[in-house]
């Protein structure tokens, strides 16, 4: 696939991110999944959400760990904790991601959003006498956290069949 959604010479309050690139449809083929006792790989396909990529690919400090660059660049000192530079740069980051999917007309996700959509989907689960199941972790933002509409819905936490499962890469166990 080709990439198509690209952050660069986006100027959020005077700030000019560099290009960096993603892919606007992940893919996942390393995650075995189980049906009817039968073990194997399953392609699974997905979509971004803002907060994904802005909020854990841009900003873990063992991936692109961009706040700390975004921050100064807005003029913040970063050492000190007190002015919450990481709070604000990470807004700023967001808005970027956004605008840019926007700008080339991809498709993405915020996290609100997405938020409402869940939350009617339990809600008509539960209507069907279904509970809905879910990783709080997973579901809740990494950005803005208390503001969404999930934040303070319980969820169990209970693995179901079929599921993909996590599993070390092939290629660490393997030699090529």
């Known amino acids: 696939m080709k990439p198509v959604a690209m952050i660069s010479d986006i100027h959020v ?53 961009l706040l700390p660059k975004i921050a100064e660049a807005m003029g913040f000192d970063i050492t000190n904790d007190r002015n919450l530079w990481r709070d604000k740069a990470l807004l700023v980051l967001n808005e970027a991601v956004l ?13 609100h959003a997405i938020g409402h959509e869940f939350l009617e989907f339990c809600r008509n689960e539960q209507k069907a006498g279904r509970e809905p199941y879910g990783k709080w972790m997973w579901l809740v933002p990494p950005v803005s956290a208390s503001t969404s509409v999930l ?22 166990w393997r030699s090529l």
């Open 151 to 172: 934040y303070q819905e319980p969820f169990r936490d209970q693995a179901i069949k079929p599921a993909f499962r996590y599993q070390k890469p092939v290629w660490s």
């Open 99 to 111: 605008h840019s999917f926007d700008r080339d007309a991809v498709k993405i996700s915020d996290h």
């Open 13 to 65: 309050n005077r700030l000019v991110l560099t290009a960096v690139l993603h892919l606007p449809d992940p893919k996942s083929n390393d995650k075995p999944s189980r049906v009817d006792g039968l073990m194997g790989l399953a392609p699974f396909n997905g979509w971004y959400l803002d907060a994904e990529i802005a909020a854990r690919n841009f900003t873990d400090t063992n991936r692109y760990n």
